[in-house]
């Protein structure tokens, strides 16, 4: 197997898979996949044994969950749609969230007389992002979502009393990788700003960021939060997480081209044969030190610094600590590389895109492998 490549472990996103369920099948809830994190259909089967749909960001993920999940749900966000978008949509998904009263103004109409259901995502003004502000919808300035004060405006121009004459629910997403208490704190914002609108509508979309299937989230509190909107509104309520559907469900294998001498810090650096800027743009993004594998870390030994073959001074992976020495040609292995990396891979540089291999029941297989065709039809 050439590497780099992503090695997709299918048995463990069914595990996963299996708590999301549980969730559903005790609170009522329904479960999105947000394909923005991971988007591979080969496995799309399977997770349409489990979950209700998926959500799109656009069109073309949009058009993914229409093909690879028929019979499903097909949700649909964007902060802002064009006229030739909402024509695609409005004949393959079943929600449509619009961002602002300005895109509600324009297309709610049109796409309910298509027969979809229509959503707002709003801002519930309250932050609980801790280091992540690149992820925060909720900071100051924001883009994303409706504040009541402009909600408000809008409806008093429109002399719209009745909210659910224009949409059929609303939508908020303000969680990254969080636990249930960050819901419980950003629903009660929720209440407090929204809950006059509530009783008017259909349902209510908690968004992603819920690490789910993290050892230690708070499963419990989750399904307090659920069953008490739908029995304090008589809402149906959406999720859509990505990374807890495929959490430690994936790993990049990577080949050491080169160990370069010691520093003057004491750390030797790594040449690897991926890159963070083109595999694992997030590490460099987010920024965090993806977890290795293989070989086995240790306390103390031999400092190596991983970096990528780009012209890039700053595409580092991370600095790791192991007992024995690297050397050419061996093997290192990243974890948890199933979410928010295979849809973000580029080929600055002229980067070949990493294999894709799927595991299940035991047996590996090849689904997807990639060319000097692919960098050229993409610049």
Not at 85 to 106: E, F, G, K, W, Y
Not at 334 to 352: E, H, L, Q, R, W
Request: hydrophobic residues 35%; glycine residues 8%; aromatic residues 8%.
């Amino acid at each position: 197997m050439r590497t780099p490549y992503f090695l997709i472990d299918a048995d463990r996103i069914e595990q996963n898979l299996k708590v999301l369920n549980g969730v559903m099948q005790r609170t009522g809830s329904k479960i999105l996949l947000a394909q923005k994190c991971f988007s591979c259909y080969a496995l799309y089967p399977l997770i349409s044994k489990y979950l209700s749909g998926a959500t799109a960001s656009g069109v073309y993920e949009a058009r993914l969950c229409h093909e690879e999940m028929p019979g499903k749900e097909n949700h649909v966000f964007s902060p802002a749609f064009r006229d030739e978008d909402i024509a695609v949509l409005q004949t393959i998904c079943d929600h449509v969230v619009l961002n602002s009263p300005q895109q509600l103004h324009r297309y709610a109409r049109r796409l309910r007389e298509a027969g979809l259901q229509v959503g707002l995502r709003v801002n519930p003004e309250c932050s609980t992002q801790e280091g992540h502000a690149i992820y925060d919808p909720c900071a100051p300035g924001s883009r994303l979502g409706t504040t009541l004060s402009a909600l408000r405006s809008y409806l008093e121009s429109q002399g719209i009393t009745d909210l659910s004459s224009v949409i059929d629910g609303l939508h908020f997403h303000t969680l990254c990788e969080q636990n249930s208490d960050d819901l419980k704190t950003t629903l009660d914002a929720v209440e407090e700003k929204f809950g006059t609108y509530l009783h008017q509508l259909r349902w209510l979309n908690f968004g992603g960021g819920h690490h789910i299937t993290r050892a230690d989230y708070d499963i419990p509190l989750l399904e307090q939060c659920v069953s008490h909107i739908r029995q304090t509104y008589h809402l149906d309520v959406y999720l859509e997480p990505g990374e807890a559907v495929a959490l430690n469900a994936g790993e990049l294998h990577s080949t050491v081209l080169e160990v370069q001498p010691r520093g003057a810090d004491g750390v030797s650096n790594v040449i690897l044969d991926m890159s963070a800027a083109c595999h694992t743009p997030d590490v460099i993004e987010m920024p965090y030190t993806p977890p290795v594998l293989s070989p086995v870390q240790s306390d103390a030994g031999h400092i190596y610094r991983f970096g990528g073959p780009t012209c890039l001074s700053g595409d580092v992976i991370g600095t790791y600590t192991f007992a024995d020495e690297l050397h050419e040609g061996d093997t290192v292995v990243f974890g948890d590389m199933a979410i928010y990396s295979m849809v973000k891979t580029n080929t600055f540089n002229g980067m070949p895109l990493p294999d894709i291999y799927i595991r299940q029941g035991g047996e590996t297989r090849l689904w997807k492998t990639f060319t000097y065709d692919d960098f050229k039809s993409r610049v």
